[in-house]
């Protein structure tokens, strides 16, 4: 989904692109960063955010729990996070083989194991 949002006090439509993309309305109640890969928002009322869906539907917000200015509205859970796993292994595994007897990299490695540990961190 796009990272889009509305004012219901200047009715403008924002959108962040992308993840240091910080947009505010026009008067200024609302603001949205993070574009495809986290949706910070950051409002002074959340009766006044409406998020845009992709289909143009405007979505009210539920509020869980407010800590600071910046809150991030949704990060992939468990399940996303396995089928995150599951595809690394699938690209992997399907590699040709001259490519399956190089060497990885040190960021690969520390990229499976930061994968790893937020799946771990997440277990309900
Ligand atoms: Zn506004």
Partial sequence: MRN???C???KSVIESLTLNDHVSCSCGEISISGGLYENYVSTLNYD???RVD???N???VKVIESEGPHETEKK???DELLAMLDR???SYSSLPENAMSTP???YDFVSALMLLSSIVKRIP
């Fill in 88 to 90: 690394m292994i699938d």
């Fill in 8 to 10: 219901r006090k200047c």
């Fill in 76 to 78: 992939p859970d468990h």
């Fill in 104 to 106: 990885i990299t040190h």
């Fill in 58 to 60: 405007e979505i009210i």
């Fill in 4 to 6: 889009r949002a509305k």
């Fill in 54 to 56: 992709d289909e143009n």
């Fill in 48 to 50: 006044n955010f409406l």
